[in-house]
Structures are given as structure tokens and as C-alpha cells.
């Protein structure tokens, strides 16, 4: 492999986030990552700071990259079609960038404005294509938490390779999906009837 021209910040990220999903979360170093690019460690403080910095970096490039797999997976759907297309996107994400997906959740500060910003892109995603169901506001943030629980779950669960019985995982994952828009569409009947919540 040729050194590398152009070192920036993304050419360090895609390389990084290439390693992690090849070898794992807990394998990545700058001198791994110096390794792929074939450059010298030191050539990539012009761009970060230390490993931390390249976690921090990864978390904020994985987010952005599950939140532009789901707007591509939503796009001309809405509904019950548009929520299953969103959670089938976040866990092939999960499935096709494992490392990266991982990086989402281990960044050294959470409270980064451009890491929440990111999430909080994903959220806003989720929370429009909820708003077909007319959902009041206290119910659709509790529905967008169980939506996450239910697809985090999966997906990591899928990760770890828990799922151990032969039988089919899309299946699986499309009857947790029915369940939980049987749900939404009672909690959406309920909350635009004249009943009491």
C-alpha cells in the first residue's frame, strides 16, 4: 500500500473506522491506525488528540453515519413503512460497521456539543417520521427511548452472537417491529381519544 497524500481528519476516520470494523472496538491505537496510513504516529496529532481524541472523533463520525443510513432508508416513506425502514437500517448498520456502531456508544465526552448534535440528529430523525401518529409529547419521547431500547438491543444482542437458535433474525426483527407498531398504534388511539392517559 502507497503512503497516503492528503492526510486530514477524514482520511484518518475512514481508515479508523475500517480497522475497528475489521478487528474490533478495543484494537484500535494511533499506531495502528499510523500503520494503515503509512505515516508516522506523530503525523497524526496535526489532526487529533492522542487516542482520545480519535475516539472522541470516531463516536461523532459513526453517529452521523448511522443517522445518513436511516435518512436514506426513510426517504419517500412514512408511516408503518417508514419506522420499519428506520429500524431495519439501524441494525444493518450494526451488522455491516460493528466496530463503528460500537464507537457510537465509548466516547470520552459525552457531552461534546458536535457529538450531540449528531444524536440529537438522529433523535429528530425518529421523532418526525413518529409524527404521523399524533403522539403527545411526553408519550412520543417515551415511545422514540423504547423505539432505541428495542433496536440497540437487538442489534447488540445480534453483535455478541446471542441469537443461537437456527431460526431466521430478519424474522425475528420483523416481529419485534409489528409488536411495537401495534403498540404505537394503540398509544396513538389513546392518545387522540377523549380517555383519560
Not at 187 to 193: E, I, P, R, Y
Amino acid at each position: 500500500m502507497s503512503p497516503r497524500a492528503g492526510l486530514d481528519l477524514d482520511v484518518i476516520l475512514q481508515a479508523a473506522a475500517r480497522l475497528i470494523d475489521e478487528n474490533g472496538y478495543d484494537q484500535i491505537s494511533l499506531g495502528v491506525v499510523a500503520k494503515e496510513l503509512q505515516v508516522r504516529p506523530p503525523s497524526l496529532y496535526n489532526h487529533l488528540d492522542g487516542l482520545n481524541g480519535l475516539k472522541q472523533k470516531l463516536a461523532i463520525y459513526g453517529v452521523k453515519k448511522l443517522y445518513e443510513t436511516m435518512v436514506q432508508a426513510a426517504i419517500g416513506r412514512s408511516g408503518d413503512e417508514a419506522v420499519r425502514a428506520l429500524g431495519e437500517a439501524y441494525v444493518q448498520f450494526g451488522k455491516d460497521r460493528p466496530g463503528l456502531y460500537e464507537a457510537t456508544f465509548h466516547a470520552p465526552d459525552k457531552k461534546d456539543p458536535e457529538l450531540q448534535q449528531a444524536q440529537d440528529a438522529v433523535v429528530q430523525l425518529v421523532a418526525k417520521v413518529f409524527e404521523v401518529y399524533g403522539l403527545k409529547d411526553e408519550i412520543a419521547i417515551h415511545m422514540i427511548r423504547g423505539f432505541r431500547s428495542l433496536l440497540h438491543g437487538f442489534t447488540s444482542i445480534q453483535q455478541m452472537g446471542g441469537f443461537g437458535l437456527p431460526l431466521d433474525l430478519n424474522e425475528s426483527l420483523t416481529m419485534l417491529m409489528d409488536t411495537f407498531l401495534q403498540g404505537m398504534h394503540a398509544k396513538a388511539g389513546k392518545s387522540s381519544s377523549n380517555f383519560p392517559d
